[in-house]
């Protein structure tokens, strides 16, 4: 089943709807309305920036508030009790509120003399409070804050909490100034003039004080201005007042005379005078003019010198020159700074605000010859005769002192000639002829002098003209090549030269002009270019077969007019990559302008990548085409991480570019570690053979002469890891000190990092270190040290840290190593700066081998002299006794001072006859006989001097005599305690120099066995062989005794 309902509104629903809304409305309106109630003296202006539609403020007329007044805006008179209401939710954030007061000052006081606010007026909506301050004329106004003060801040500032004053003020002399303030600072008064407004703004719900300041008002006390100035020489100076309505004065007082006030005053006198201004800042209403004279005649009196004079410096300033020829033929002559000056309108301003003026004097009056700015293309200016030159300076500004030469110029016979260096670049010059855009005078020519730069055509353009009216003759524009003949006139309406070559001058020449009507008058603006003249150098460069081979090539100034193009596309830098073949193109590229640096990369990253074998670091082969020669070549050297760079001088070895030893020959090398960090700079000839880098490395060669040098400067291996940082091994050499220092000397060495040096000597030299430069840090972790051990000791030598006392020299004996390392510095540098000179040594060790050997052959010497004395003393002992066999019974020893004769001299040792059984001599000559002698004795016995029956020791009265003639006989053999002995034989052993070891090795001097003879040399006197007996003698032969 489907229901369906209408429903429609009758009118009786209608009405009951809108009433419900209307109530609606009602009570929504009594809940935003409000009273308020400015105070006596206060405009209060409440405004929103929201359209009506959406926020607007009623005024309630009736009592039942039926009656609404709505707007955007609505202003309260003073005193003036209303009832508002908003028709928005939040009026708060829509509306803002001014409050506006009046106070009136007079001399003496101010009405009301405080700044005073109403804070429950609309204290939930952002206010602005404001005060506009008036008094009259001459007298000035004083704010006073509170104990809190006021913090003063710049107009593009803002307060943090939004509370912030502004005053603003009308100076007398019309000027508008702005100080914007926030509260508790510093600033407790504030001066004001007799205009000012001052103004509070807050955010909503913002306390604010009833009272915030008290004015007051005195008359104003006019300060003046006072100086002492003293013209120079030739100077005049004219101030002036331009203000009309100003009624400040200029006074002078010179000497006694009391002083003179008025509106201007000129001073001339070289003397002090003293200049004072009636009012506190006279810049404001007077302008000074210096005008000083300069004479020429064979030289000029003076420069023109801007900024030369120190006085007025916060006035409007106008130097004036005023300049004068030797005669009315000759020109005075002005020549400027580099880089010259630019020719502008008269109406044109300089970007300096510097704008020099040159005006020519002639009898109708003073022509300008032009105005002139700088950094331009004029070189210098001749006048005629009489002129002057005039720059204005604003005040406050500092000018940078500017000398123009002046000089006597020539005889032109012209109104001026102007000198032009045309730039070497595609610009444009412009130029005016004199009194432009007014009329060249009649009958009269000036000259413009271009000089051209090489390879560089010019051509000229007139862009502006107007001729006159010509009663005699016309107007004649006039070209002139330098150094030739070449000269042509033209007309103005005639086409002007183009692309022509060469300097040249161009001369413009008025007629006698008509001027009935007010016709036109000749004027000129022109302009001259230049371009280029020069054929353009193609250059191919083929880098296919060098695949790690990078050129370079660039401009060294922005101002070059070098065109350069790689492969057709204008360039201001071009880089040929390896591997490739590129064409280039150059234009107009002096040697002088360009930079050309070339770098290659070698290395590897992997170990069976790396180069085997050493690499030369050669300078390539060039094409002959490049416009400027090599300036310098890196090597880019990578080694795996953890490699070792080895550089070893392919010709030559190295020194580092130091203090004491720079680098001027023909190249030297920069080492770098490829992170930038410096490592060294080294050129040919010094101590060191071998540099070792733990790291990537660029070696960068710098030569005075590379273009025409193909020699390599290293050859580079690639070596594993080494303990330290960098290591050096160097030679020094006899008579030449090694200057050697750390890496990046005199900066710091890299943190952590390690440096040693291998010093080889030679032989028979030690070495003296003396430590010239060190700088020590303060280290935040670990220590620096400085090491000295010699190769092949276990022990250091030296040692020393950063915080240990240094010394300044140190001796070594040997080849040694130095080592230095650095910390992790907290403040300061570790460089170390040494110097190694060689000192030959002391041969200490041959000095002790010779005095050893010395006394060794001394105590030689000692000891053989003592057994030669021992020798020679026992041998004249020996030569005093003889060897006897002493048998049973008592035994004797003959006294040596019994002998009357020594036994050399006596005949006690001859036998009156010697049996023939008894000689054995030629036994001996037979080894075989053992058998026994019999022994018989002779029988004659010559007694030997001494009694035998004396004990042994007992020695015998000086005064007797030895028993004679008594024969004793030996023992019988067999009465003995041994067997039978052979005779002892009378043959060489007989000699003194003979003794029987078998006799002399027992007590008894008896036999103690069977064996041979043991001779045993008793004389150091060789025996003499005994000569051959003669047949007839052979019986009488005398035989030696042996006793």
Known sequence: MEIRTNMKFSKTNTALLLGTIVLLVSGISECQQFSVSPEAGATVILGTSLPAEECRVCRVGAVNGSELACTSTLTLQPDENVILQYNCSSPHEAFTVEIQKTIECTKDSCSPATGETQPSLF??????????????????????????????????????????????????????????????????????????????????????????????????????????????????????????????????????????????????????????????????????EIIRDIECTETCSGDIVVGEFPHFAEFNRTFTWYLKAPSPLNAFQLNFLEPGMKQV???????????????????????????????????????????????????????????????????????????????????????????????????????????????????????????????KKGVVVEYKRKGGRYTFGSKLTDTQPQDQQGSFTMSLTNCETDHRGNPPGLSLNFQVSVIKSSHPTLCTVDLQNEPDLTINIEKTTTESLCEMKMDGVLKDKITVLPGTSTKLFFQDCPSEELLLTISKTIGCHKWEECPVGGTLLNLPALPQCLPAPMESITWRLNVPEDGTVDLLPSTISLRQSLPSQKCNRIYSVLV????????????????????????????????????RSRASFFNVTFSREITESYIFTLSPKVGSPAVVSTPNWPDSMRPYSTASWIVLLPPRYAAEVFFTNLSLPKCSYRHTSIRVQTLGSLEEMFSRREDEEHVDKLSVPDSFYLNTSNCLPEEGEFSLLSKITLKKKSNTLLAIILGTVGGLLLLMLIVLAAVCVVIRKKKKKMAEQASIYIPKGNIFRPPDGNFPKSRGNNDSHVYASIEDTMVYGHLLQNPAYNGPVTDKYGDVFRPVDGDPRSPIGVEKASGASPEADVYRPFLDPSQSMVPPRPHTPVDRQGSLGFVDRRMVDNELNTFKANGDLTPLRLSTIEPQPEPEPEPDLAGDREEEDYI
């Open 345 to 471: 309108l008269s109406s044109e301003s300089c970007p300096d605000q510097l704008s020099y003026n040159i005006i020519q004097f002639q009898r109708a009056g003073l022509l300008p010859i032009g105005t002139f700015c700088r950094n331009g293309a004029i070189t210098n200016v001749q006048v005629l005769y009489r002129g002057q030159v005039s720059v204005e300076v604003p005040g406050g500004m500092e000018v940078e002192p500017d000398t123009f030469k002046v000089l006597p110029g020539s005889e032109i016979k012209k109104l001026a000639v102007v000198n032009v260096k045309l730039p070497a670049r595609p610009v444009a010059t412009e130029l005016f002829s004199v009194n432009y855009p007014n009329d060249f005078p009649d009958d009269d020519l000036m000259m413009w002098d271009f000089t051209v730069p090489s390879n560089y055509n010019y051509s000229v353009e007139f862009l502006k003209y107007s001729a006159p009216t010509c009663l």
């Open 123 to 288: 204290s939930d909506l952002k206010r602005t409070f404001i005060w506009t301050l008036t008094g009259p004329p001459e007298t000035q106004l004083g704010l006073d804050f509170p104990v809190d003060g006021l913090k003063k801040i710049e107009p593009s500032e803002a307060c943090p909490d939004q509370y912030q004053f502004t005053v603003i003020s009308t100076q007398p002399g019309g000027d508008v100034r702005t100080e914007m303030f926030c509260r508790n600072g510093p600033v407790s008064h504030v001066d004001l003039p007799d205009k000012a407004t001052v103004s509070l703004q807050v955010l909503g719900k913002e306390d604010v004080n009833p009272t915030l300041f008290e004015i007051t008002s005195k008359p104003l006390v006019k300060r003046s201005r006072k100086m002492v100035v003293a013209p120079e020489l030739d100077t005049t100076i004219n101030i002036k007042r331009v203000v009309e309505e100003s009624d400040c004065t200029v006074c002078s007082n010179e000497g006694s005379e009391p002083p003179q006030c008025s509106e201007s005053l000129k001073l001339a006198s070289t003397q002090n005078i003293s200049v004072d201004f009636t009012c506190p800042q006279p810049q404001d209403s007077f302008t000074v």
């Open 672 to 707: 770098a570690e490829t992170d930038g960090t410096p490592f060294g700079e080294f050129c040919p000839k010094g101590p060191i053979s071998k540099v070792q880098i733990h790291a990537n490395v660029t070696v960068t060669v710098a030569p005075r002469a590379l273009g």
